[in-house]
């Protein structure tokens, strides 16, 4: 079945280091974005890509970085300049649009819950 | 810029009674409009959307008119069932730039037996 697929459901991360949260999508789309969820607060975007080898960032992305190098994947590095990385974040793509009615819909993959210990 | 505005929840129903759960929004243009449904530990899915103005989303019993002139998107459902506790969002798409969604806060929902 096509969808996306975000790995690992579960990580824990001791002060000071980086982690890559895994995204793959078999969906083909062109467009990818990363967002943050905390308690409270709905979504907020982090960074997002419409195409591959371009990224730019959303509404949070200081202590992040992202690559795009194909396609299929879009992995999220949470820096140890992050101040509060706690969070469960969300992967999401959005389909084509050229010859085809784009309403903007985002499929999104079951998430990444991040803890610093 | 663009926002969304949710009631804030929790919102608790017994089963079988009428839920309405409110989403405004403000924006340039003419966005997209969306709700999305998120169960414990899981990631969001696509409930119901609306491209233009009157139009009328509907999924699973669950409704939502696009109305313009109050810039609302309210969520409504005549019976509600414990299997619809979940966590909805209301958001909006614009149509230029990045493309992104953005999102309310969520609303909570309970519905007790």
């Known amino acids: 079945d096509g969808g996306i697929t975000q790995s690992p459901k579960y990580l824990f991360r001791k002060e000071g280091q980086n982690v890559t949260l895994s995204c793959e999508q078999n969906?083909?789309?062109?467009?990818m974005y990363w967002y943050r969820q905390d308690p409270g607060q709905g979504l907020r975007l982090i960074y997002y890509?419409?195409?591959?080898?371009?990224?730019q960032k959303g509404d949070i992305a200081e202590g992040y970085s992202v690559s795009r190098e194909k396609k299929e994947s879009f992995p999220l590095t949470v820096t140890s300049a992050q101040k509060n990385p706690t969070a469960f974040y969300l992967c999401a793509s959005r389909a084509a649009t050229s010859g085809n009615v784009d309403t903007g819909e985002l499929f999104f993959g079951e998430g990444s819950r991040l803890t610093v210990l | 810029g663009n926002s969304v505005t949710q009631m804030e929840g929790p919102v608790t129903l017994s089963e079988e009674a009428f839920l309405t759960i409110n989403c405004t929004y403000t924006a340039t243009g003419y966005p997209s409009l969306f709700w999305y449904v998120q169960y414990p530990g899981e990631g969001l899915q696509l409930l119901l959307k609306?491209?233009?103005?009157?139009d009328k989303g509907s999924n699973k019993g669950f409704e939502a008119t696009y109305r313009k002139e109050t810039t609302s998107f309210h969520l409504e459902k005549g019976s509600v069932q414990v299997s619809d506790s979940a966590v909805y969002f209301c958001a909006l798409s614009d149509r230029t730039g990045r493309r992104a969604l953005t999102f309310g806060s969520g609303t909570r929902l309970q519905v007790q037996p």
């Open positions: 890509s419409q195409i591959v080898n371009d990224f």
């Open positions: 969906l083909n789309h062109d467009a």
């Open positions: 609306a491209t233009k103005a009157d």
